[in-house]
């Protein structure tokens, strides 16, 4: 199994507050992303990271930012958190070469009060 | 905006049954992925589909890409209860940046 974890695995919060999610890797892998997952929308991409301090916006940006300081740490903040943000949040990994998939780590649950 | 469409999006069959899941994609990509995830777990990938014709195969599941069509199906041949998760396939787009777009799902149950 790829090296991926993430923390929290749980977490629950209330309305307006700051969250922020960690993914750390130990694969070494260029690419980095997070996804949200809700019923009947399977994974949408948030925001990744294609290097260190190198991060672009996904489809569902908005109320979320992410930072890359080290290439085995990926943090995904909720600004201030709203209802709308409860889900489950995947990360995952890639390093685009042949052949190469993703590899995602065990998600988060978030509750949002 | 690359959109992937997956149907159906819910499928139960009895085990034994052959079915097919369909993976539809709106613009052109060369990279296709099959994934799979149990309830309450994360994803595991299944297939990679590199080019147009590709043809994966493990076990009971068979994966496939024309890439012409922009079409990718996972084809189950008598099923079994263990094959019951929900499947996504993902696209990539390689214009620049790495990324992949997920399909809604298929949620499979299979009944013994």
């Known amino acids: 199994d790829a090296g991926i974890t993430q923390s929290p695995r749980h977490k629950v919060t209330e309305t307006g507050t700051p969250v922020t999610l960690r993914c750390h890797q130990t694969?070494?892998?260029?690419?980095m992303y997070w996804y949200r997952q809700d019923p009947g929308h399977g994974l949408r991409l948030i925001h990744y990271s294609y290097g260190v301090k190198d991060t672009d916006k996904g489809e569902v940006s908005d109320g979320y930012s992410v930072s890359r300081s080290k290439t085995e740490d990926f943090l995904l903040t909720l600004e201030s958190a709203t209802s709308s943000q409860t889900s489950v949040y995947f990360c995952a990994i890639s390093e685009w070469v042949d052949q190469e998939t993703q590899y995602f780590g065990p998600g988060t649950r978030l509750l949002v009060l | 905006e690359l959109k992937v469409e997956q149907n159906p999006l819910f499928l139960s069959m009895q085990e034994g049954k052959n079915y097919t899941i369909y993976c539809n994609y709106s613009t052109t990509s060369d990279r296709l992925y099959w994934y799979r995830q149990d309830p309450g777990k994360s994803l595991e990938s299944l297939f990679v589909?590199?080019?147009?014709?590709a043809v994966k195969q493990e076990g009971r599941l068979m994966a496939s890409l024309d890439t012409k069509a922009r079409l990718s199906t996972l084809h189950i041949t008598a099923a079994v209860h263990d094959l019951s998760a929900t499947y996504f396939c993902?696209?990539?787009?390689?214009?620049?940046?790495?990324?992949?777009?997920f399909g809604t799902g298929t949620r499979l149950k299979v009944l013994a």
């Open positions: 589909l590199l080019s147009n014709g």
């Open positions: 993902a696209v990539a787009t390689t214009s620049g940046t790495y990324k992949y777009i």
């Open positions: 694969e070494n892998h260029r690419y």
